[in-house]
């Protein structure tokens, strides 16, 4: 298995929901990431977790809260969103040690809050 | 810190003519360099990337990228383009330690008939 799976592809929020955002990869990587990119911008970092950690923190809201159950889950808990959060969120995995594999990004949930 | 350039954040070229990327990188260490590509609603799929070794690198679906250390460059080239091949290109940087990569603006590739 080398894919980066991200559930829901789609997801439409009111501003006072909860949801979740769920990532899996089996291909062993120790190191898992949240990236945000806006329409015509490139993906920025938001939290990266190593070994189940939560090592970076990119100053993100806290109405962000990341969740690493195991080393193959990644989740990403949304709490009283704003409409400027929509975006497409992307998970992303590499290899700790060796950073030769690059990394291997799902394709992504496309979130509208409204 | 680490940063990435892409100097056209569009490029048109009609299909089977030759285009050039271009990326440019600044880092205070040695870093890893990377190609991605990003078809509409997608998400990133991974060309190719320079480690260290040989310069000129080869990827997926006919592209290739030169590293040039004194320019601090990493160009992206193919040498005729498909109507396929349009989507936005992201050059990206990656630290050392492999948890910080930073990606350039994008560039949007768009291949006419």
């Known amino acids: 298995d080398t894919e980066v799976t991200q559930t829901p592809k789609h997801l439409v929020m009111g501003m006072t929901n909860k949801k979740s955002l769920k990532c899996e990869q089996h291909m062993g990587h120790r190191a898992m990431y949240w990236y945000k990119q806006k329409a015509k911008k490139p993906p920025e970092l938001m939290f990266v977790?190593?070994?189940?950690?939560?090592?970076i923190n990119e100053s993100v809201p806290s109405r962000f809260s990341p969740e690493c159950p195991n080393s193959s889950l990644l989740n990403l808990h949304l709490h009283a969103l704003q409409p400027e959060d929509s975006a497409l969120y992307l998970c992303a995995s590499s290899q700790m040690a060796s950073t030769g594999y690059g990394y291997t990004f799902g394709s992504g949930t496309r979130l509208t809050v409204v | 810190a680490q940063s990435v350039t892409q100097l056209d954040s569009q490029v048109p070229v009609f299909e089977e003519a030759p285009v050039e990327l271009r990326c440019n990188y600044s880092s205070s260490v040695s870093v890893y360099l990377f190609w991605y590509v990003q078809y509409p609603n997608q998400g990133l799929q991974l060309l190719l990337k320079y480690l260290s070794g040989s310069t000129l690198v080869k990827g997926i679906n006919g592209f290739e990228a030169e590293f040039n250390k004194s320019q601090t460059s990493f160009h992206l080239r193919k040498p005729s383009v498909h109507i396929s091949d349009t989507a936005e290109y992201f050059c990206?940087?990656?630290?050392?330690?492999?948890?910080?990569?930073?990606f350039g603006g994008g560039t949007r590739l768009m291949v006419k008939p």
């Open positions: 990206a940087v990656c630290n050392n330690a492999g948890n910080m990569l930073t």
């Open positions: 977790y190593s070994y189940e950690k939560l090592s």
